[in-house]
């Protein structure tokens, strides 16, 4: 959105490159350079930047015949075939518009996947690391690509140079199609295919509006891409906390941590590896019937806290099939479905939303950022709820448990921990305290507590707990398998050698 805009940092970041990015150094060889399969996963492992992740080769072994075995079917479907042959180098063009003020906005539009063009035709294949079997369509992407490939010139410089991209005109086709490709079982769907009119047409029908608001857009969101940013540490929206995790990373690269991460590194420090990747996850592996039915209760709760104007949950806004119900893209049935229910009837006894009418603000699943130099860390929180009645803040955690347990509550829940930090940090709502309440829903009805963030003995024990928490992680940069009983429940063990082995 801003060509050529960049800040040398000179802090070492650890990023890792998606599994598609690996996928298509792989067909560079062999469409471009016309290797067989096995000659260029051997290459591409032979020449890659640091020895890859063994769970990456296993996905590629089987990602690059998929892929194959997609375009074949989609060459046999064409009603005219045409004679396709691989473009080296990447699509793109330069646009300018008008924000509003009388002041021109220039950005970039870049397509990335395979390209292939013939005979007036320009043919984008988009790389998908899971199935594409009824996958959602999302009309701005297509539209964004197609009015890219109906228009694009050739990109002569390197994507990521610190100025504006080097382009060669080239002849416009007559047609474009967009396709994509999932590289876990070679399932493909046509996004769009017509004339090169036509995708001009659906951009400025699908795209141009979400376009504009990008490119012109100038709020801050914090969230999970916020450790690869090289403004971190001058960004008025990620508070600067040295000292909060409580180690040191001098001399180490620049990482981002949550909880979530950290339970996937005690787990299997692969699996921590696999989940950057974007690696295709096999979900009925780890989905127990307890979690299922707490993250379809958290979904509910969600999109009922989403309304505008905010408002309490009512008794009446519960599932209305208590045997069988879905939220999000979780579904339970059964007893789990009716403990749900109950536990969603039994939330509007506790809803935090119960404020004046008008005094009400609330922001679920609301991502909380804060950059620690000293650690040299990027802590990454997703809050449940983030809330204020009557001009006080407060963060509500919520928990589905089987049985109460009164005992170390912080230990039990780590987010609780964390949040006690990050509030006594000044982390949460920049430089003042919030509130931090835990709202347990179990079979035997809801329960609030709040913690004390004034406290220092509660504080100090909330540090102990996320130290205890990103030690272990942070001491190990490297990440390889720790094969044993975690394998059985492990999303990504098809892909993982160490535990086949």
Request: charged share 25%; proline share 6%.
């Amino acid at each position: 959105m801003r060509p050529a805009l960049r800040l040398e940092s000179g802090i070492p970041v650890i990023r890792q490159a998606g599994a598609t990015t690996a996928l298509g150094k792989v067909l560079d060889h062999l469409e471009h350079d016309g290797f067989s399969v096995e000659e260029a996963l051997e290459r591409w492992q032979r020449y890659a930047d640091r020895p890859p992740p063994p769970m990456l080769v296993g996905w590629l072994a089987q990602a690059v015949c998929h892929y194959l075995a997609a375009c074949a079917e989609i060459a046999w479907a064409e009603t005219v075939p045409v004679e396709l042959a691989p473009v080296s180098r990447n699509w793109g063009r330069r646009r300018q518009f008008d924000a509003g003020d009388g002041e021109a906005v220039v950005h970039e539009e870049v397509v990335s996947g395979r390209r292939f063009e013939g005979d007036g035709v320009r043919e984008l294949r988009l790389l998908r690391t899971r199935s594409v079997r009824d996958r959602a369509r999302d009309e701005a992407e297509i539209a964004l690509v197609a009015g890219v490939v109906a228009n694009a010139a050739v990109v002569l410089s390197g994507m990521w140079d610190k100025r504006a991209l080097a382009l060669r005109s080239a002849p416009s086709p007559h047609r474009v199609r967009v396709v994509e490709i999932g590289c876990s079982d070679g399932s493909h769907n046509v996004l769009f295919e017509g004339t090169a009119q036509e995708a001009h047409e659906k951009y400025r029908r699908d795209a141009e509006s979400v376009v504009v608001a990008a490119a012109s857009g100038t709020e801050y969101l914090p969230g999970a891409d916020c450790g690869g940013c090289d403004l971190i540490g001058q960004c008025p929206a990620v508070p600067v906390r040295p000292g909060l995790l409580g180690v040191d990373g001098s001399g180490l690269p620049r990482r981002s941590w949550s909880l979530s991460s950290g339970r996937s590194f005690d787990d299997c420090p692969a699996r921590l590896v696999a989940e950057r990747l974007f690696l295709p996850r096999e979900r009925a592996a780890e989905d127990s019937d307890h979690i299922r039915r707490g993250q379809a209760v958290h979904a509910w709760l969600e999109d009922l806290h989403r309304r505008v104007p905010a408002r309490a949950c009512a008794a009446d806004e519960v599932p209305s099939t208590p045997g069988e119900w879905s939220a999000g893209r979780w579904s339970v049935s059964g007893e789990q479905a009716r403990l749900g229910m109950q536990m969603i009837a039994d939330h509007t006894l506790t809803c935090a939303l119960r404020g004046p009418a008008g005094h009400v603000e609330a922001h679920p699943e609301r991502p909380v950022v804060v950059f620690d130099p000293k650690a040299n860390v990027v802590v990454v929180a997703k809050t449940d709820l983030l809330y204020r009645t009557g001009g006080v803040w407060r963060l509500r955690e919520t928990k589905t448990v089987s049985v109460l347990d009164e005992s170390a509550l912080m230990t039990q829940f780590p987010q609780l921990a964390l949040a006690v930090v990050l509030s006594a940090e000044g982390g949460v709502r920049m430089g003042e305290r919030v509130r931090v309440e835990l709202e347990r829903l179990s079979a035997s009805g809801p329960v609030v507590a709040e913690l004390d963030v004034e406290d220092s003995e509660i504080v100090a024990a909330a540090r102990s707990v996320v130290r205890t928490r990103v030690e272990a992680w942070h001491a190990s940069p490297s990440l390889t398998a720790k094969p044993g009983e975690v394998c059985e429940t492990c999303p990504f063990n098809q892909w993982c050698p160490e535990s086949k082995a």
